[in-house]
């Protein structure tokens, strides 16, 4: 199972874009990227998720690299409200469709 | 779309006793998963079931069992309880097919004592 790798902490100012990245250089070709964030310790709220093109829709824009190794979560434009833990996940389409969290990134978005 | 709905929200446990957490999968949702996670840590993949069936487990002893019913709602039973299993237990249910992902709930935290 590929395992993924985030900066443990990052600030950003409302308004501005959260450009969040994650490593996972050991992804194989079957393997998606999804991203989660936790807030308050309530269940895990699934953002966007990709294979090889990037995506984006109401809530943020998923960019991976050609290579697939690294991929970036960009909230446009962040508030308050984004404050939360954010995940990046590998997950295969085959076998167990088990999730393997880090820890993640914690991101707080300051007024 | 209902969602997952876990139960109960909090629980109190003595150490040795056994604990039943349940889950309510989202309509439509034929895969479940659990996970545990302890304070300040992400989230580790306990088991999943399928159609009835444990298709998946993690590194977790065989005092955490579970089971799916027919209409694919869930258990979760801890027997023997450790101060160490004291967490958020998590829910989540997906259709197998589907690499939407998995729906979440808002997790039963369970304190041993």
């Known amino acids: 199972d590929a395992k993924t790798t985030q900066p443990p902490s990052m600030d950003c100012a409302e308004g501005r874009a959260a450009n969040l990245p994650c490593n996972h250089s050991t992804i194989s070709g079957n393997e998606y990227v999804y991203w989660y964030r936790q807030i308050h310790s309530q269940g895990p709220q699934y953002i966007i998720h990709g294979l090889k093109n990037n995506e984006t829709n109401e809530m943020a824009s998923l960019i991976i690299t050609e290579d697939r190794k690294s991929s970036t979560l960009i909230l446009p434009h962040a508030t308050l409200r984004d404050t939360a833990v954010y995940y990046c996940i590998v997950r295969s389409t085959s076998g167990t469709y088990k999730y393997i969290f880090g820890t993640g990134t914690r991101l707080k978005v300051l007024a | 779309e209902t969602g997952v709905t876990q139960s109960p929200t909090h629980l109190i446990k003595t150490r040795g006793q056994q604990v039943t957490l349940r889950c309510s999968s989202q309509?439509?949702?034929?895969?479940v998963s659990w996970y545990q996670q302890a304070l300040g840590q992400g989230p580790q993949f306990i088991f999943q079931?399928?159609?009835?069936?444990?298709?998946g487990r993690g590194n977790f002893p065989p005092r955490f069992s579970g089971l799916q019913f027919p209409n694919y709602s869930s258990e979760l039973n801890v027997n023997a309880l450790e101060l160490d299993d004291s967490a958020l237990y998590l829910c989540a249910s997906s259709s197998w097919t589907e690499t939407y992902g998995y729906t979440f709930g808002s997790g039963t935290r369970l304190t041993v004592v």
């Open positions: 309509s439509g949702h034929n895969t």
């Open positions: 079931y399928y159609r009835e069936e444990e298709n």
